[in-house]
């Protein structure tokens, strides 16, 4: 169940799926994708799992489906290594556009697409450098403040630990929104996570299966904002 918030006056549906849906703009914003990944390690001779590009697909498909977005900002990352650019990664990135071409693709470039290179054009992916500007938000890839708007970024892979009754530690990934900047948990589901530490004024929604919950109790004070 998406959980929906108020940012700067624009209505965002924070998605259990990791992603965010901007309802004026219908657009589907999606940071970390890194598509490629299991492939590059296996392109190292690491055996890892196949069909996390496949799933994540799947995954995007049915929020396309779910929200009705006519387009997809991917906040950096969309492909994780050059090693990473196997025939069945581009395959399978090729098929879903083919499949979607309704859809427009835009990605902001992050650190990872420096490396990985643009994807092939036949994907219809409009590729540019940050920051996307468009009031009143500045969508980029690396967290921070930005005098033109509010920040809207991945990069971190932002996750918080919960607690049980019985002692048991959880880590969730999670949407983390300060005064200035949120970050947006990573779409891609062989990426990790990277614990946060937020302070009293931010706000922070676990994902928790198929929810999207603010968790009472959760905030302390760090050093960790997302807007230095």
Request: aromatic share 8%.
């Amino acid at each position: 169940m998406s959980l929906t918030i108020e940012v700067r006056g624009e209505r965002l549906a924070l998605l259990p799926d990791r992603a965010i849906f901007w309802e004026r703009s219908q657009t589907l914003l999606v940071a970390d994708a890194h598509f490629g990944k299991a492939a590059t390690f296996r392109a190292m001779s690491i055996p890892v799992p196949r069909g996390t590009t496949m799933e994540g697909l799947a995954r995007l498909d049915a929020l396309v489906r779910q929200t009705g977005a006519s387009r997809i900002v991917f906040l950096g990352d969309f492909l994780h290594a050059r090693e990473g650019r196997s025939p069945e990664t581009l395959a399978a990135l090729q098929g879903w556009h083919e499949a979607n071409q309704g859809v427009r693709l835009v990605l902001v470039r992050g650190n990872h697409d420096r490396h990985a290179g643009d994807p092939p054009p036949g994907l219809g992916v409009e590729c540019m450098d940050a920051p996307l500007v468009e009031s009143p938000f500045v969508m980029t890839h690396h967290p921070g403040r930005s005098a033109n708007g509010y920040v809207l970024a991945g990069h971190l892979h932002p996750g918080v630990p919960l607690y049980g009754k019985a002692r048991q530690r959880e880590r969730l990934p999670c949407f983390w929104f300060s005064t200035e900047c949120a970050v947006l948990p990573a779409f891609g589901d062989f990426t990790g996570l990277a614990e946060i530490s937020p302070v009293e004024a931010d706000r922070v929604f676990v994902i928790a299966g198929t929810e999207v919950v603010e968790p009472a109790g959760l905030v302390v004070d760090g050093p960790g904002s997302p807007a230095p």
